[in-house]
């Protein structure tokens, strides 16, 4: 039997993992610049708050709410409209640059506060997008380790269903940055990677689950556009 999922609300994503994402559970979404990553969090968020009742959260490291919500224009997702009814909120989660030079920056007081907005507008669904931003300003791989292990275990807590969006593969991605992420990859109960590449001066793009525990799912890589 496969366990319990929350549709993505994403055409074609739900038939190949057999229903959506694993519910109450976390999923790392990786990819290269330009991969798709962000849209893809986003309209699995705007679709559970439009289609599914399930009101979502969006922690951005990276880019900022008001960006996010103009670039989603495009798609006729009136993510304002979402915002004033409660059934999405964005979180601009850039960590202050004097945090991160005196040594004391961690993700607890964000995941405190994140923590009571759950609870007050009764989040289902949530996405940590760049998170590879932030482990990036920590100074080794034992601090981000301890981070990545603090918002598992903030996560399981919560019971959400849960996205993780982080730079992976492409040539300005470092190993530095990389290690991180595939220590996330043992962590999760599911992780999808995806794709954009040009192949005889053709841009493509494809997505591939590396990993659904308990689940079946197709193997294969997947074509998409956006």
């Known amino acids: 039997m496969n366990p319990a999922k929350t549709p993505t609300g994403i055409e074609g ?11 109450g559970r976390t999923t790392l979404l990786s ?10 969090a986003l309209q699995f968020l705007v679709a559970g708050a439009r289609d599914f009742r399930e009101p979502g959260i969006f922690v951005a490291f990276e880019e900022s709410a008001d960006r996010l919500t103009a670039n989603a224009q495009a798609f006729g997702w009136d993510i304002a409209a979402l915002r004033r009814t409660k059934k999405l909120f964005f ?3 850039q960590p202050r640059s ?5 040594g004391t920056f961690d993700l607890g007081g964000m995941l405190a506060a994140l923590g009571a907005q759950c609870k007050k507008m009764r989040a289902r669904r949530i996405v940590f997008d760049a998170l590879d931003i932030v482990l990036a300003l ?9 981070e990545i292990y603090r918002l598992h275990e903030w996560l399981v807590a919560h019971a959400l269903t849960g996205i993780i969006t982080a730079k992976a593969g492409g040539d300005d991605v470092s190993s530095f940055s990389r290690e991180p992420v595939s220590f996330m990859q043992f962590m999760v109960d599911c992780a999808v ?12 793009r494809n997505l591939r689950i590396e990993k659904f525990r308990g689940s079946g799912f197709d193997e294969n890589e997947s074509p998409f556009v956006i």
């Open 91 to 93: 979180l601009e989660a």
């Open 13 to 23: 994503f739900d038939e190949i993992t057999e229903g959506g994402l694993p519910r």
């Open 138 to 146: 920590l100074p080794d791989v034992a601090t981000k380790r301890r």
């Open 193 to 204: 990677t995806l794709n954009h590449r040009v192949e005889f001066v053709v841009s493509q």
């Open 98 to 102: 004097d945090l991160i030079q005196s």
């Open 31 to 40: 990819g290269g610049p330009g991969s798709g990553k962000t849209i893809f």
